[in-house]
């Protein structure tokens, strides 16, 4: 039996437009007390991580969709100020660094950047 592979299940987080050029959108969680995701931007290319800091297991940041970016390079814990590189999600620097965020697949198309599940 030969089957072809099913399409991975997306759903629509937003487009690139919606987040700023070396910054970042929270994207609120759909159930209460899960996790958010936080979707960076550099560009055309976009990441996305669950929105949990891997230092205390809280969300990184403090204030709705408030969040610290430098040089479109790194995003910032607001809490204790770790240091997430955009790519990757590693923590370069801070008090959990070499930990990282972890990462939501995602699929940009014609702008539009949706969940892989
Ligand atoms: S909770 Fe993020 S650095 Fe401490």
Redesign the pocket.
């Known amino acids: 039996m030969n089957a072809a592979s099913p399409e991975p299940l997306t759903s629509f987080l937003c487009t690139l437009d919606d987040i700023p050029d070396g910054g970042a959108l929270e994207i609120a969680a759909e159930q209460a007390g899960a996790p958010g995701i936080v979707v960076l931007r550099r560009g055309d290319d976009a990441w996305a991580y669950r929105n949990v800091?891997?230092?205390?297991s809280?969300p990184?940041n403090y204030e709705p969709n408030t969040f610290w970016a430098y040089d479109a390079e790194l995003l910032m814990?607001?809490?204790?100020?770790?240091m997430f590189r955009f790519e990757d999600g590693v923590c370069i620097d801070?008090?959990?660094q070499g930990a990282a965020l972890t990462r939501v697949a995602i699929r940009i198309e014609q702008r539009n950047i949706s969940a892989l599940s």
């Open positions: 800091c891997p230092h205390f809280i990184l814990c607001a809490h204790h100020s770790a801070g008090p959990c």
